[in-house]
Structure formats: C-alpha cells, structure tokens
C-alpha cells in the first residue's frame, strides 16, 4: 500500500480515514479541500487545481482522499489501494451536523485551509439531497474500474472501517 484513493460523500470520513491511514502507514495525506479552496473559502481556477492535483499524483506514495472527480483516472491509474466509504446518508448527515457543532465559532478543520470555517447551509444540503444516488453510484463504480492489480475497499458503515483499520493494524491487510 504505496497509494491509496479515498472516495466517498461529504461526511462519509473520508479526512478521518485519510489521517488515521497516513498515522499508520507513515503515507502522506492530501486532502482535496486543500488543493480545492484557498483561505475565506475561495475556489482556486480549475487549471490551477488539476495541475496541483497532478503533481501530487506523480509523488511516489500518497493518500488522496476526496473529490475532484475530473482527476479520478489519472489516480485511479496510480493508486494500488481504492477505498470508496459508502455511509448511508442518515449517519453522513448527523455526522456533518455534528462537525459543524465541534467547529463553532469560527473554527478551521485540519483538512482545509485556513480561514474556512465549517459551514453547513441550505445549499450544501440542498446538493447532498440532489446527488445522493448519482454521486454513490459514480463512486461505487470506482471499484468495478480499478485496474487487476488494484486492492478495492468498499466499507459500509463505521464498524467496517474499524475493522479495516484493526485488520491494517494486525497485518491481515498487506502493505504497510
């Protein structure tokens, strides 16, 4: 395990997953958010995302964990290791209420730049609501998409994720 993609919806745990994963292994961890936005929540260019995400693909090792889709093949490619985090939408939710609870106040979460606290309004929600089914069905196909060499994942629930991890950490899952 020298690359892995971490996909999955908002609130799914792909930045928790990522992190925990890069404590373990030792991979470094870039988060999406990161590469997406700038500090105030501003979008950087296109051009400017895909060529950061490119330079991070080229690295030897890596965790990616989140979107930007228009990037999945060109990791997809590079990654020996999809985990795609399929959390029913009711536990996705509570769970992104709950974060924008815990950072209150103004507060950054470690994955995003500075200067973008959580936020969670009507629009965002709207859009969870308006892609639950495409947006699951895209990132499910990841897994049928990968090359023959490529380890998959598909965890379901936080049970599975900790199982993951308990079996990474025991070595019944290779690679670290």
């Keep these: 395990m020298k690359r892995v ?3 999955g919806q908002p609130g799914a745990g792909k930045s928790t997953l990522a992190r925990q994963l890069g404590a373990r292994t030792g991979l470094p961890v870039v988060h999406i958010d990161h590469i997406h936005w700038t500090p105030g929540w501003v979008e950087r260019e296109r051009e400017e995302k895909l060529a950061m995400m490119r330079a991070a693909e080229r690295e030897e090792s890596w965790i990616i964990e989140g979107g930007l889709s228009a990037t999945w093949d060109t990791r997809l490619a590079r990654a020996d290791t999809v985990i795609v985090l399929d959390i029913p939408l009711a536990l996705r939710l509570w769970r992104l209420v709950k974060r924008r609870v815990e950072f209150a106040g103004g507060q950054t979460r470690p994955e995003l730049p500075d200067n973008c ?7 965002f929600l709207k859009w969870i609501w308006d892609t639950r089914h495409s947006n699951r069905v895209r990132t499910l196909a990841l897994a049928d998409q990968a090359g023959p060499g490529v380890r998959t994942v598909v965890l379901t629930s936080p049970r599975a994720v900790r199982r993951f991890l308990r079996d990474l950490d025991s070595g019944a899952v290779a690679g670290h």
């Design 5 to 7: 993609m971490i996909v």
């Design 117 to 123: 606290p959580e936020r969670f309004d009507a629009e």
